[in-house]
């Protein structure tokens, strides 16, 4: 269904609200659905730059699922090194950019950043402290797999869903039975038979998502 054909359908019901108020909504509601349903699996890539360690995540990524280097897969690192690379502040106390390289790469998760480190013997000292962690030494392709967002909704009416198309009356399943929850057209009745449709839409997105779909998408290399 294209954004004018939802809603439509939405002010068939409350023909009060008009398209700006029911894009919100409808943007609302994909992000619910993005987030209950893991629907969107995609990946973006990213080129690593040689000593920074911290990598902006694009904003639709819900969560990331796993990280390829050169294509080759990197084990996600449950606990942040003890000596951190100070870049996202005034970046004065940054690490130097390390002189040996190793393949022993791992990723973690940092204020919405994606951290690539390598792992050496004693990488890395500063007050005392040693760690074997130090910020990814090389200029290599990065491969981000991750559940994401749908694209929101402008103002291009003929746009549709990232969401399979089967799905997309699940949009505003969501946007009426939230408006059945407001004056003038408060109806908890009708309420509950919107919500129950729209919670059945997402058992059936999980059930699909486990199924080998998969929208695939990048992002051109950038400087963050």
Known sequence: MTQLELIEIVQQHH???????IRLALNRAQDDYSARTELIKTSYVQNSTAGKRYYELHSDILKITKVQIND???????????????????????LP?????????????DNKRLGVVERLSNAVTRDSKSS???SISEAK???IHAIAQATDFTTTLTSSSDLPSQFHEALSSKVIAEGYLR??????N??????????????EGRKYARSNYGHTGHIKPVDF
């Open 132 to 134: 074997e962690f130090q």
């Open 15 to 21: 023909p009060a609200m008009g398209q700006t108020e």
């Open 190 to 203: 009708l309420y509950t038979v919107f919500d129950v449709k729209y919670k059945d839409f997402v058992k």
């Open 183 to 188: 004056p003038p057209n408060l109806n908890p």
């Open 141 to 143: 392709e990065m491969r």
């Open 72 to 94: 080759v897969e990197i084990p996600r690192l449950l606990q942040m090194p003890i000596i951190d690379d100070d870049e996202w502040a005034d970046g004065t106390n940054g």
């Open 97 to 109: 950019t390390p002189s040996s390289s190793t393949n022993e790469r791992y990723w973690y998760v």
